[in-house]
């Protein structure tokens, strides 16, 4: 049965990026609906990182297009595509470490993301109520006070996770969430992505299998930068050409 254009968020397709002639993503195509989960895999230098690059306008598309809710995001820059609804977390946490989980909430919260909104924004109910929430759902709701860099390693990354949520994106893009994790933040986690993407998409990149059985709607498989396996995560493992240029090794 075909999808209806309504349900899909993120329509990729065709997208392809040359660096001096080497294309690191080679005429990829993907398509995530509303509230899934969708995971790339794939070995290390398969193009997963960059696809991400290309979505957030970090890096420029030789070819293709990538559409959100309809609009065309090759034309924008990164500001505007956040400001569209498209936040996204960076494989090391980008968080500011000598400030509290608090301050840093406080800071991804849109009021206050320039620098005359920090100047002048204040700790209005709203904005206390909001920070509480999000703080809640990212297991950090008893850690306000406490400075970032005390956390350890798995509470930085879901308090980039938060700093993100605050900001209330309609597509989420995580690159490795789960990595340096201990499996019980790694189980934690898994809980926390499955309960946002009930308000909206999530796409991840991870190389944790047992991870990605665990949250995955939807997967696709990236070898040499194009799509070598798509579906769930029970196909593409059965797969013989993902089994032997991924699992396999």
């Given amino acids: 049965m075909m999808k209806k254009i309504k349900d899909i968020v993120l329509a990729v397709e065709g997208l392809t990026v040359s660096f001096n002639g080497f294309k ?4 990829f195509s993907m398509y995530v609906d509303e509230e899934q989960i969708y995971v790339i895999i794939g070995p290390n230098g398969a193009g997963k990182t960059t696809v991400l690059d290309l979505i957030c306008g970090k890096t420029a598309a030789t070819a293709g297009s990538i559409k959100f809710k309809g609009r065309e995001l090759s034309r ?6 956040v400001r569209a609804g498209v936040g996204r977390k960076f494989q090391n946490p980008s968080i500011y470490e000598n400030l509290t989980v608090f301050e840093n909430l406080e800071l991804s919260y849109p009021q206050a993301r320039t620098a005359l909104g920090a100047l002048f924004s204040r700790r ?7 920070i509480s929430d999000t703080a809640k759902q990212i297991f950090l709701d ?3 006070d406490v400075q970032a ?50 308000g909206r998409s999530v796409l991840v990149i991870e190389h944790d299998m047992q991870f990605v059985e665990n949250i995955a709607d939807h997967v696709t498989v990236m070898h ?4 070598l396996s798509v579906g769930s995560i029970q196909k593409v493992k059965l797969d013989p050409r993902v089994i032997d240029v991924y699992l396999g090794h």
């Fill in 24 to 27: 690191a993503v080679n005429d």
């Fill in 76 to 81: 924008l820059n990164e500001n505007q595509i």
């Fill in 124 to 130: 209005d109910d709203k904005l206390i109520q909001a």
């Fill in 142 to 144: 008893g850690f306000l």
């Fill in 149 to 198: 860099d005390y956390l350890s390693h798995g509470q930085k990354q879901w308090l980039e996770i938060g700093m993100l949520l605050i900001q209330n994106p309609s597509l989420l893009m995580l690159d490795e969430p789960v990595a340096g994790m201990s499996v019980a933040e790694r189980q934690q986690t898994a809980e926390l992505l499955k309960r946002i993407a009930k």
């Fill in 224 to 227: 040499q930068g194009q799509s």
